[in-house]
């Protein structure tokens, strides 16, 4: 049986809290943009704790018909701000500061927060 969007998102935000991603958030934006449906985020202690849980994404598209479509890192050493799009879903990997910085939640605060 095919999963739909939201259960690989809710799979995906799994994976990032067993992988020790803190403060794990998911969010339905799918009524608010043309360009995803979920955001995940995720705080993250390291370059290396970032690079574990970017290889934990990889190993689940390949089995889930996902694809990356864009990696994106928003600061020149790649610790603040690491942007994973897999098309209807899109990975935030944030330092705490860059978290706090940014406060996507609060950008975002029409959206649907979903346990998972």
């Not at 990696?71 to 706090?100: C, F, Q, Y």
């Not at 910085?101 to 346990?115: A, I, P, Q, S, T």
Request: proline letters at 2%; charged letters at 30%; aromatic letters at 10%.
């Amino acid at each position: 049986m095919m999963k739909t969007t939201e259960e690989k998102a809710k799979e995906i935000a799994k994976l990032m809290e067993d992988g020790k991603g803190n403060d794990v958030a998911l969010i339905d934006i799918s009524g608010l943009n043309s360009w995803t449906d979920y955001f995940v985020i995720v705080t993250v202690n390291s370059s290396t704790h970032w690079q574990g849980l970017y290889k934990d994404v990889k190993n689940y598209i390949k089995d889930n018909d996902l694809e990356i479509h864009v990696t994106n890192k928003k600061s020149p050493d790649g610790d603040d701000w690491n942007l994973i799009d897999l098309g209807p879903i899109v990975i935030h990997l944030m330092s705490e500061a860059a978290r706090s910085f940014y406060d996507l939640e609060k950008l975002w605060f029409n959206g649907k927060k979903l346990e998972f």
